[in-house]
């Protein structure tokens, strides 16, 4: 059985979901319609959102062409997760 690999760093301090980089969120989805690796869950508010005794796993990754990409579902042992060409992306995709 897969398990879900945890987003063990995220330097996106704008976030809602980030506190002291670490993502809070149940889960995160990576990717968007653009086919970039993009932090699909990134948003920014002045509230803070998240469980606090939570660190997010990778719930989804729609980047087809990431080697780490199985059925839709993200098979690294882990992901970071920082500012990609001005947005939040995963910094572990790694192209097939």
Do not use: W
């Amino acid at each position: 059985m897969m398990e879900m690999p945890k987003v063990i760093s995220c330097t996106v301090t704008n976030c809602a979901y980030n506190t002291s980089q670490v993502c809070h969120a149940m889960a995160i989805t990576v990717g968007d319609i653009s086919n970039r690796p993009k932090c699909d869950t990134f948003f920014q508010t002045s509230i803070h959102g998240g469980l606090k005794e939570v660190t997010a796993g990778v719930g989804a990754c729609k980047i087809s062409d990431c080697s780490f990409n199985k059925e839709l579902e993200c098979n690294a042992q882990n992901i970071k997760v920082g500012m990609q060409s001005g947005t939040a992306e995963c910094l572990t995709f790694k192209q097939r």
